[in-house]
């Protein structure tokens, strides 16, 4: 039975962990209303590249980088096959998904020696002590690993990268390109009268999301230790859990920013599945637990938050 | 200044319900004209609006704008060119953003919208010019969110913003047809001394025919995709109601409405 102390440990560098994957959402669901199932690839896809990038030893900073350029150019495609091609979002985020299952399963298996085939090597990338993670190289080297029995490092590190990630949101939104992307979410005839293309704006959305997303997916390879094929599943429930959770309990919280509400939602959520294990419930029930989570933040969401509620329409 | 030359539009194809409404629609509209366009139900006023917008694309003919050729731009190129107005007042301004932003939004219209900032603090004062004349005290009220302003104080809004960057034509969609009869009142006479001020090329679609006959300078009726009525000048300043209620009427009976 892990300690009160862990529990919290896990559920805080957990929240910090998704809450970059919940800001993304924030993005896609929340302003423009793009339920994007996407991210579960783009996720795994950030999480391959940074472990087979570390392994060949680059900077590991730079590779979290270039994770969020590879996840956002998969979020440029899941953004042509719904604005160019017309398909509907769900199935967007289907087809992408599906597709990166191939993708990172071939270059996991080439990145490990393996052959085009995907046959010949391991399908998981491990990514050992001797290896520089964000969390083993400069500047998180400058922190303490154990303060008190707590990950610290861990812990400020995720932090930080939530609070960069979402200062950055904040000021994208509060750019011309940031505002016609709400307006987008909120009015695409609007937006057309001001001889902006809406399907524009969706991409760069969708792109800065699957970026944020892949960016998660290397945090969850520094924590874990390694990339496997599976990490990706259950990316959906956790993101959008977070945005509808942190968005109604801090409803009426004028104060602060939504991508603030975002990141407190995202701790709030990983704090009942730490809780849940604390009390004891095995790891195999965890899926089901996040399922049966989401649904009640759903639902509560729906009598808290009437969509749009303030307005008159 | 804006010319159909020759449209051509069907609506159904290939279904037993096939309808061609314009079939080699000519209408030549000068700079500075302020066009009512009246007619009932189907008569194709609202499609010509929307095949002049873009939101709607012909099979046959040519839209020349200043002699340009636009047939062929998208709706959002279009948009480069019109100020557009809509009968929902929820389409011509944005709910969850403030009236601020809205503002800040359509005064970067026909620019980049990069990576700058997206409110200009230097340009409130002009914003709030630009919303005194409609005296509703919107001047005031720059940060609050639009979704909580009533209908007409957002048609106001919506006019003003829509001639906020330089455009060639103002289209006005049945602008007042979702207001109560004293914001719609309003808002129509805002329009008037909003189009003379700025002696802009206007083309206004409405039901209310005294609006059409008392506004504008020139007058259009449309029935079956077809012009049966154009006045303009002192032709059009002598036009009663009762005389354009009466030719709307034979035509509502010939088509057994």
Not at chain 1, 206 to 233: C, E, K, W, Y
Not at chain 2, 104 to 116: Q, R
Not at chain 2, 180 to 203: C, G, Q, W, Y
Request: hydrophobic residues 45%.
């Amino acid at each position: 039975m892990p300690s009160f102390l862990g529990a919290c440990e896990v559920f805080l560098t957990d929240g910090f962990m998704y809450s970059v994957l919940a800001l993304g959402f924030y993005i896609s669901y929340s302003i423009l209303d793009f339920p994007d199932l996407s991210v579960e690839g783009t996720a795994l896809l950030g999480g391959m590249s940074y472990a087979l990038l570390v392994r060949a030893s680059y900077n590991p900073w730079l590779t979290v980088l270039v994770a969020f350029m590879l996840g956002s150019i998969a979020g440029c495609v899941t953004g042509f096959l719904h604005v160019k091609l017309k398909i509907r979002p769900l199935l967007c985020g289907i087809l992408v998904n599906t597709m990166l299952i191939t993708v990172n399963l071939i270059a996991s298996v080439v990145g490990m020696g393996g052959n085009l085939r995907g046959e010949e090597a391991l399908t998981t990338i491990p990514v050992g002590r001797q290896f520089i993670t964000i969390l083993r190289g400069f500047p998180s080297t400058l922190l303490p690993t154990d303060l008190g029995g707590i990950n610290a490092r861990k812990l400020i590190v995720l932090f930080v990268v939530a609070t960069v990630c979402k200062l950055l949101i904040d000021l994208y939104l509060k750019t011309k390109n940031g505002l016609a992307l709400r307006a987008t979410g909120n009015n695409e005839q609007f937006v057309t009268t001001l001889g902006i293309d809406p399907g524009s704006s969706k991409i760069i959305g969708l792109a800065i999301s699957n970026g944020l997303a892949a960016v998660t997916g290397t945090l969850v390879v520094t924590s874990r230790g390694n990339a496997n094929q599976n990490m990706g599943l259950g990316m959906v429930v956790i993101g959008l859990a977070s945005v509808i959770i942190g968005l109604s309990v801090f409803n009426k919280a004028y104060f602060f920013k939504d991508t603030t509400k975002v990141i407190f939602g995202s701790v709030i959520y990983q704090a009942c599945l730490s809780f849940a294990t604390y009390l004891g419930v095995p790891s195999a029930y965890n899926k089901l637990l996040m399922a049966l989570l989401f649904t009640v933040a759903l639902v509560t969401s729906n009598f808290t938050t009437k969509h749009r509620s303030d307005s008159r329409d | 200044m804006i010319k159909f030359d020759n449209i051509q539009k069907s609506f159904g194809i290939g279904t037993p319900d096939e309808m061609q409404l314009f079939n080699g629609f000519n209408l030549e509209v000068s700079e500075g004209e302020f066009v009512s366009i009246v007619g009932s139900n189907g008569s194709g006023k609202t499609t010509l609006l929307n095949i002049l917008c873009g939101s709607m694309l012909i099979e046959g003919g040519r839209l020349l704008l200043d002699g340009a050729d636009i047939t062929k731009l998208s709706e959002h190129e279009r948009a480069k060119y019109l100020g557009r107005v809509f009968q929902d007042p929820q389409k011509g301004t944005c709910s969850d953003l403030t009236i601020l932003e809205n503002m800040a939004l359509a005064d970067n219209k026909n620019k980049k919208f990069g990576l700058g900032a997206a409110i200009n603090k230097k340009r409130i004062d002009h914003y709030k010019e630009l919303l005194e004349p409609c005296q509703m005290g919107l001047e005031n009220r720059l940060g609050t969110l639009v979704g909580t302003l009533s209908g007409g104080q957002r048609q106001a809004l919506a006019l003003i913003i829509s001639n906020m960057a330089d455009i060639r034509l103002l289209v006005l969609d049945e602008h007042t047809a979702a207001l109560d009869p004293k914001s719609s009142e309003l808002v129509m006479e805002l329009t008037t001394r909003f189009v003379k001020e700025h002696s802009i090329t206007t083309l206004m679609v409405t039901h209310n025919l005294r609006y059409a006959v008392d506004h504008g300078s020139r007058l259009l009726m449309l029935d079956k995709g077809l012009i049966v009525l154009d006045r303009k000048g002192k032709e059009k300043e002598q036009t009663t109601v009762e005389s354009v209620l009466h030719i709307f009427n034979e035509i509502s009976i010939e088509s057994g409405n």
